[in-house]
């Protein structure tokens, strides 16, 4: 909950990311909240006094996701809009702002994208959303103790790169820094 802020505030990617990990954490304990405070929530926690917060943060994102119809797979609005936000700032980076650096970022991630975007299955998937994915997935492998090869380290560093100038530019944008003949 004061994770999830805090990083909206400071970079737009990691809360996308940070978000996933919520959403998949509610579909692990299948929605039971209860549970997911008591196994997940009160082990990270130092501080109890925020616990009916948490609790509360959690099941309204749970609730959302049912609503929504998105039990098994998708995400809340919020995150959505995030994403979406995220792939409007890329088109107007790339064909309205015409951004020389961040054009060259794309560029050098491109390869790699379309071998993830073949590997993941996720032909339909705007580039962004796969950007996100692919961190994600770095992110899992990493958790899992997987290792992970050189080439795929340029990949995936290819892709963070292209994402992290984006989340910056995004940042810039929200506050009203946002030049767009300045790179």
Not at 54 to 64: K, L, R
Not at 67 to 77: A, F, L, M, R
Not at 113 to 138: I, Q, S, T, Y
Request: no cysteine.
């Amino acid at each position: 909950m004061q994770t999830a802020a805090q990083k909206k505030l400071e970079n737009i990617a990691e809360y996308v990311l940070y978000m996933y990990h919520v959403e998949d954490t509610i579909r692990k304990f299948s929605f039971n909240i209860p549970l997911l405070i008591e196994k997940y929530v009160k082990l990270q926690l130092p501080d109890t006094s925020f616990l009916g917060q948490y609790e509360n943060w959690y099941a309204s994102i749970a609730h959302e996701l049912q609503q929504t119809g998105k039990e098994s797979s998708g995400h809340i609005g919020e995150v959505d809009e995030a994403i979406l936000e995220l792939v409007y700032l890329h088109q107007t980076l790339l064909t309205v702002v015409n951004d020389s650096k961040y054009q060259e970022l794309v560029e050098r991630s491109l390869v790699y994208l379309e071998e993830f975007r073949k590997k993941a299955a996720m032909p339909g998937n705007h580039d962004v959303e796969l950007l996100l994915h692919a961190m994600r997935m770095k992110l899992q492998l990493k958790m899992r103790g997987k290792e992970i090869t050189q080439e795929t380290e340029e990949a995936f560093d290819a892709m963070r790169i292209q994402l992290a100038y984006l989340s910056r530019e995004f940042h810039k944008m929200k506050s009203g820094d946002w030049v767009t003949n300045q790179n």
